[in-house]
């Protein structure tokens, strides 16, 4: 839907759209914590997420093709502008940081102050300039009640000044950001409740320890120069830094510091406000990754297309060729030899243009359940006798609306990986379920949308991967194999199918414990008339009071269980490896209820951590978590029978009720 006429549309708009569909049709956007505006380098809104909907109180239809200058006060539209060329003429790859003292204006006229933080986007039609707005009222009212406080702190009585720094406290502990404060050496000297949130240490465990056991070991210098900016009276504002929280785990905040003064106008210390944006910058990366896969699925797409013109005039003229030569002569041999190499290119464009998703599906309503066991015919002979082939059917239907062949190309190429995974042998697993994911779960993940799913789960027993291999698997042309031993597009047309599919792939694997690929396609149940019989959407009763032990090596991945499970009532003790949680629970006060562990880990595996705290803890329950799959598990005889597995990505309602069944 295109803005109308009288709402002063430019001209420019549908090019405009056209931009935004190109490289902002994944709604990536919408992962985005912060209000986002995408703009071209002419000022022109090419696309928006709802939290700038919700922030400004347009509809997406009033922006898009609009001036961005319409969301800025005309007092501040000059300094926006400069901004705007001073970016332009950037290199591409630069990211300006937060700029403040901007306000932004809402559709009803009322203004408020913002922080903007300005980042790069390349497409193959231009340069985009992504928004990242933050409404900054209530950090700048807190900042406002801080130096008033500092001014009124030296007027009060003896008598009004209990009182008055009591309610002060108050304000200060009603912010969500971090804000302390330390003296001139950096010791610190107060801690509210927003510190201890993101940080993970109480009042009484960093009051009087020094600033610098939040800096990583790695930035030694960066302290000292904010404690000299600080003692020469300058301020710093809206600095992106890196803090190292009380388990170890490294977020990325946004820290204004200013000079605390005396009544003799002498500078004592500081006071920092801290706003922990982890999940913004971890946004941005899944953005700046989906762009490089999106530019590399355009570049994919053109080349082939250009090349299948090329094999075409290729193969008509080795046709003329052969209708012109003595099928007995020598020449024949090289036309065949043409023909053949024909053959390869064009296997080779199919699969490119699969990854660009460009290539004609036909999609129609299937049950993967019976599909698989139709394709199961062909990997006997593709994956041969020393591999055995599982199929796991874990629902009594699996309907998706796919394109056959296409399912048959997502696990043939699958199949070919795993091949070359078990040169020994092993075994080929495919699983199948019904499952609904959450808001919680779908918030976590690429820009999924909350709904019903056909997970389809590709899994051997072969020698797996290490991190740096797993980051790049879906780039076409990226391999591990031998010189002429593979094209390296598997893979990556394995992506774009699930992606043509309006699906999502993940993909977990360390070295020696295998590979699992989960394929998650949308359910087409719906379409049919039958109930899915997913997870149930009950989520069981709040349960005060429990203890669980938590072990999880990703420090995201611990970071978001732990926050699902203590909104829910659980304490939460957490350790990243079997190592700490040995010492974590030994030094715990009160009694375990539950492990909650990882099952492949460094070190200790999660069923090694179980059994050593058998002995100790013989009446500790335990539930485990796994990317793998619990068929992939058992084969492997890592997990005994009858154990409790909670298969990752799960969603809040799994993680949830797994627990309450667990505990009885």
Request: proline share 4%.
């Amino acid at each position: 839907m295109q803005p109308s006429i009288d709402r002063g549309e430019p001209a420019t708009s549908l090019s405009a759209k056209a931009m935004a569909d190109a490289i902002l049709s994944s709604d990536l956007l919408e992962t985005l914590p912060d209000a986002t505006v995408a703009v071209d380098l002419d000022g022109t809104i090419v696309q928006v997420n709802s939290q700038a909907q919700e922030l400004f109180g347009y509809e997406r239809e009033e922006l898009i093709g609009r001036k961005v200058e319409m969301l800025v006060p005309d007092r501040y539209r000059g300094q926006h502008h400069h901004h705007r060329e001073e970016f332009a003429e950037a290199p591409k790859t630069r990211r300006m940081g937060a700029e403040l003292d901007l306000h932004g204006r809402r559709r009803n006229g009322s203004e408020f102050p913002v922080e903007i933080s300005l980042s790069p986007v390349s497409t193959g039609k231009g340069a985009l300039v992504l928004s990242a707005i933050r409404d900054i009222g209530d950090r700048k009212r807190i900042e406002e009640e801080l130096r008033r406080a500092n001014e009124e702190l030296h007027r009060r009585s003896a008598e009004q000044l209990g009182e008055y720094r009591s309610r002060l406290a108050l304000i200060i502990d009603s912010s969500d950001d971090a804000i302390l404060s330390k003296d001139l050496n950096g010791f610190i000297t107060s801690w509210n409740k927003g510190a201890e949130r993101i940080y993970g240490y109480a009042p009484k465990e960093a009051i009087g320890k020094h600033i610098s056991m939040l800096t990583p070991g790695d930035r030694p210098d960066e302290v000292p120069k904010i404690l000299e900016k600080i003692a020469g009276g300058e301020s710093i504002e809206h600095y992106e830094a890196v803090r190292v929280a009380k388990d170890g785990s490294r977020l990325d905040v946004s820290i204004s510091v200013s000079p605390l003064r005396n009544a003799a106008d002498e500078i004592t210390g500081a006071s920092v406000i801290a706003r922990d944006i982890t999940g913004q910058k971890r946004a941005e990366g899944q953005l700046r990754q989906a762009q490089k896969m999106e530019a590399i699925g355009r570049l994919a797409g053109g080349v082939a297309h250009d090349f299948n013109n090329i094999l075409g005039i290729i193969n008509a003229c080795a046709e003329f060729l052969r209708d012109r030569i003595d099928s007995a002569a020598e020449p024949s041999i090289y036309i065949e030899n043409i023909r053949k190499a024909i053959e390869r290119g064009t296997s080779l464009t199919k699969q490119m243009l699969a990854f660009s998703r460009t290539s004609a599906i036909q999609p129609r309503i299937l049950d993967l359940n019976e599909r698989l066991r139709e394709i199961s015919k062909l990997l006997r002979p593709l994956l041969g006798d020393d591999v055995e082939i599982l199929i796991v059917p874990r629902s009594a239907s699996a309907v998706v609306e796919a394109d056959p062949g296409q399912l048959d190309q997502i696990v043939v190429n699958l199949a070919v990986n795993a091949r070359d995974a078990m040169p020994r042998g092993g075994k080929f697993i495919l699983e199948t379920s019904a499952v609904k994911l959450d808001e919680t779960f779908a918030e976590q993940q690429q820009a999924m949308t909350p709904g019903k799913y056909v997970m389809l789960a590709v899994s051997d027993t072969g020698t797996g991967m290490d991190e740096a291999t797993v980051s790049r698997i879906f780039e076409p042309f990226f391999t591990t194999k031998q010189a002429g031993k593979g094209t390296g597009l598997g893979l990556a047309t394995v992506y774009g199918i699930v992606k043509q599919s309006s699906g999502h792939i993940m993909v977990y694997s360390e070295l020696g414990q295998g590979t699992t690929f989960k394929i998650y396609l949308p359910s087409a149940e719906h379409k049919i008339g039958i109930a899915a019989n997913a997870e149930e959407e009950t989520v069981s009763p709040k349960r005060q009071g429990t203890t669980i032990l938590l072990v999880e090596d990703d420090e995201i991945m611990r970071g978001l269980t732990r926050k699902l499970l203590e909104e829910h009532g659980y304490a939460v003790v957490e350790a990243d490896d079997g190592k700490t949680a040995l010492a974590a629970i030994e030094s715990h006060p009160g009694p375990i209820d539950l492990l909650v562990t990882d099952v492949v880990m460094r070190h200790m595996s999660g069923p090694e951590l179980a059994e050593r705290l058998a002995a100790s803890h013989p009446t500790l329950k335990v539930v485990y978590m796994s990317g793998y799959t619990g068929e992939l598990m058992a084969n492997r005889e890592v997990l005994k029978p009858g154990v409790t597995l909670l298969e990752k990505p799960f969603s809040r309602t799994a993680l949830l009720n797994i627990i309450h069944t667990t505990l009885g």
